[in-house]
């Protein structure tokens, strides 16, 4: 059973900084990829980031240039920076994990408001 553990989340101004981190039960690289997505109330999840075993990174449009994905394999950690954080960014984050299955965390809210 794999468990993705995300912190990081809150409260922030417009213009601001959070760091999202997503803790994972085995060694990161055992996946085919780990990312980020979020989800609004009443709509679909999307992408945000992502990053492949090889290295390889994938944006959406809208967090391109403000938002890096990195990863830390000695902690078992992918994180999300996000800088210049707008209101639209406001949503939960999900980190996942994909192999031959997809793997979810609980999630974890972020409010960019003034």
């Known amino acids: 059973q794999v468990q993705l553990v995300e912190s990081g989340g809150g409260l922030v101004q417009p213009g601001g900084s959070l760091r999202l981190s997503c803790a994972a039960s085995r060694n990161i690289f055992s996946f085919n990829l780990m990312g980020w997505y979020r989800q609004a109330p009443g709509s679909q999840r999307e992408l945000v980031a992502v990053i492949y075993r090889s290295g390889h990174t994938n944006y959406a449009d809208s967090v391109k240039g403000r938002f890096t994905i990195s990863r830390d394999s000695a902690k078992n950690t992918v994180y999300l920076q996000m800088n210049s954080l707008k209101p639209t960014d406001t949503d939960v984050y999900y980190c996942?994990?994909?192999?031959?299955?997809?793997?979810w965390g609980q999630g974890t809210q972020v409010t960019v408001s003034s």
């Open positions: 996942k994990a994909a192999d031959s299955w997809d793997y």
